[in-house]
């Protein structure tokens, strides 16, 4: 854990150094990542002490202030702050992994929908008699291609008695 402290138009304490690092370092037991944490003590108007805290978790910035008399009050008061926080995105995050454990469960394996290899096709501008001169040379059972003329997107298939079938869409391509 690395907390860095800054004094703004106050004379910086050792002490208050010391109280802060005490304090925030029980932050840590929220996250399992080590806190970078940002400390910046100021004076506002000669007489009220004003804290801010800010750290990043993972992408997620959390921060808060606190104004008040007593310097040590204030960091008091923004350590609850902070620990609310921290509860609030850890329990968000448990939450999350829950849901998505779950959704994982819910969803139907290849096996049981039937889909055992699924593959994105390029569908290029070609006439039927050069798709199935294609199929034949690659050796698939169908190919998907695009008529230049209606731009709409066929499959040319083989038959099981040797023959050759078109299906054409009524629709245009993508």
Same mark, same amino acid.
């Given at each position: 854990?690395?907390?860095?402290?800054?004094?703004?138009?106050?004379?910086?304490?050792?002490?208050?150094?010391?109280?802060?690092?005490? =304090?925030?370092? %029980?932050?840590? $037991?929220?996250?399992? #990542?080590? *806190?970078?944490?940002?400390?910046?003590? !100021?004076?506002?108007?000669?007489?009220?002490?004003?804290?801010?805290?800010?750290?990043?978790?993972?992408?997620?910035?959390?921060?808060?202030?606190?104004?008040?008399?007593?310097?040590?009050?204030?960091?008091?008061?923004?350590?609850?702050?902070?620990?609310?926080?921290?509860?609030?995105?850890?329990?968000?995050? =448990?939450?999350? %992994?829950?849901? $998505?454990?779950?959704? #994982?469960? *819910?969803?139907?394996?290849?096996?049981? !929908?039937?889909?055992?290899?699924?593959?994105?096709?390029?569908?290029?501008?070609?006439?039927?008699?050069?798709?199935?001169?294609?199929?034949?040379?690659?050796?698939?059972?169908?190919?998907?291609?695009?008529?230049?003329?209606?731009?709409?997107?066929?499959?040319?298939?083989?038959?099981?008695?040797?023959?050759?079938?078109?299906?054409?869409?009524?629709?245009?391509?993508?």
């Amino acid at each position: 854990m690395d907390i860095t402290t800054s004094f703004r138009h106050v004379d910086p304490s050792e002490e208050i150094r010391r109280y802060v690092e005490e =304090k925030l370092s %029980r932050l840590q $037991k929220y996250v399992e #990542t080590p *806190l970078d944490i940002h400390v910046v003590i !100021s004076l506002e108007r000669r007489y009220r002490q004003r804290i801010d805290v800010m750290f990043t978790i993972n992408g997620v910035v959390i921060n808060a202030h606190e104004v008040m008399d007593d310097i040590y009050a204030a960091i008091d008061k923004i350590l609850d702050k902070l620990e609310r926080r921290l509860t609030k995105y850890r329990d968000k995050i =448990k939450a999350y %992994r829950e849901n $998505k454990s779950k959704r #994982t469960v *819910l969803t139907p394996t290849a096996e049981e !929908s039937g889909i055992i290899v699924s593959r994105t096709v390029d569908a290029k501008p070609m006439d039927p008699e050069e798709a199935v001169m294609q199929l034949k040379a690659s050796g698939d059972m169908f190919m998907v291609f695009r008529e230049r003329e209606g731009d709409n997107v066929c499959i040319v298939y083989k038959r099981r008695d040797g023959k050759f079938g078109l299906i054409e869409t009524a629709g245009k391509g993508p």
